[in-house]
């Protein structure tokens, strides 16, 4: 099915309290990931590629050193890092600014932004300024928007200008409180064409990739099949050449996740182990030894 693809970048052819001791991979050899690794190492080398959001220079250093080739910085840092009920409170500098941080953290890691909420959909041209902003200010190598063909206009425009944008097709939570609530798209055959008209649409506007959230597997496939760049799904089945889940959902630090993002880890309960521990240990004093001392006879000064 890849073989008869074009080869063009943004598309496809073919518990202690002792210390713990952590080996560092090397990554200093490691070759940048950008869009045409993508392309080349993972979709026409039939390999699954993985993605996870992330938000903070600390984890994305993490993350890069195990190995995750690309992280989305996600409008989702409005319910993981500033405790708001949905995605459309993510504040357009504040995810700039976790982008820049991100990129700063992982900088041979394909970075992707979220443009939040009505940063692009009032105007074509503010859009485009936003995106440009996510690209120079916050150093994203590309910018994801909930789309559908009727912003094919918009996407041609980014394309023109210089912006690789990634096209989110299928469930939209942007446009959660328009439909009331989160739902998954594509189980009517109506719905599910719709979305291989949205996903053309933005290949043919110049789209570098896509995004299916929430959709059924025969759906994802069908765009696989009939699309020329990478897809990435979310929830949205395994013909996707990319996965992408919540970070927080993988490690287990929510308090609900998504049927199709399954913890790994259980770091919620060792977080709040290791917090109780450290409660204890301040109400006894139990501090261990203290590292700073006066230096010889200053003491009897003071």
Known sequence: MTGSKQNTVGSVTEKTSAP???TVPDTSSSKPVTLRTICRDYVLAARKFSCLTCYDATTARWLERAGVPMLLVGDTAAEMILGFPGTIHAPLDFLIQLTAAVKRG?????????????SYQADDTEGIHNAGRFM???MADCVKLEVDHTFTGLVMRMARAGVPVVGHIGCRPQQA????????????????KQMITDALAM???????????????????????????PVIGCG??????????????????????PKFAHPLADLGSQIK???????????TSDLGDHPYKMMDHEAEKL
């Open 106 to 118: 992982a900088p041979k890691t394909l970075v992707m932004a979220d443009m939040p909420f009505m």
């Open 177 to 192: 409180k328009l439909r009331g609530g989160y739902r998954s798209v594509g189980r009517t055959a109506e719905e599910g």
């Open 236 to 257: 949205a089945g395994s013909a996707c050449h990319g996965q992408v889940v919540v970070l927080q959902d993988l490690l287990g630090l929510t308090d609900w996740q």
């Open 20 to 22: 713990v001791e952590v």
């Open 203 to 229: 290949e043919q506007a110049g789209a570098v990739m896509l995004l299916i959230e929430a959709a059924p597997c025969e759906v994802t496939e069908r765009i696989v099949e009939k699309t020329n760049i």
């Open 273 to 283: 182990q290791a917090a109780q521990e450290w409660v204890e240990k301040v109400k």
């Open 136 to 138: 120079t200010e916050g």
